[in-house]
């Protein structure tokens, strides 16, 4: 079993940027697919990001392709979310979500058993 903590989260405006991070503890990030998630007031858990358990591939959403890159640490245990160029509709609570590896459904939340408590990226136009 692996425990979640996101931290970096903050008020930036339209065009900044903010690194999230993930620190994993109980377990090494390496037998997990790590993936980002947010969730805006009123909408669905959106995915946004995903890195493999051995850092093969990562692959991100639609929404955020070109602005957002997915990293690892390993020997500090995290995951990282480089976002760029952050815009009003980024705001969102953003999740830190860990998976058994696969490819199939990396982008769906219900194939992720642990998560953390998230963490408030809020931008200002």
């Known amino acids: 079993q692996v425990q979640l903590v996101e931290s970096g989260g903050g008020l930036v405006q339209a065009g900044g940027s903010l690194r999230l991070s993930c620190a994993a503890s109980?377990?090494?990030?390496?037998?997990?697919?790590m993936g980002w998630f947010r969730q805006a007031p009123g909408k669905e858990r959106e995915f946004v990001a995903v890195?493999?358990?051995?850092?093969?591939?990562?692959y991100v959403g639609d929404s955020v392709k070109g602005r957002f890159t997915i990293s690892r640490d390993t020997a500090k245990n995290t995951v990282n979310l480089q976002m760029n160029s952050l815009k009003p509709e980024d705001t969102a609570v953003y999740y830190c979500?860990?998976?058994?590896?696969?490819?199939?459904?990396?982008?769906?939340?219900?194939?992720?058993?642990?998560w953390g408590q998230g963490t408030q990226v809020t931008v200002s136009s």
């Open positions: 109980g377990r090494t990030i390496s037998y997990y697919d």
């Open positions: 890195i493999s358990w051995n850092g093969g591939y990562t």
């Open positions: 979500a860990a998976k058994t590896p696969g490819r199939v459904g990396v982008q769906s939340a219900s194939r992720y058993t642990y």
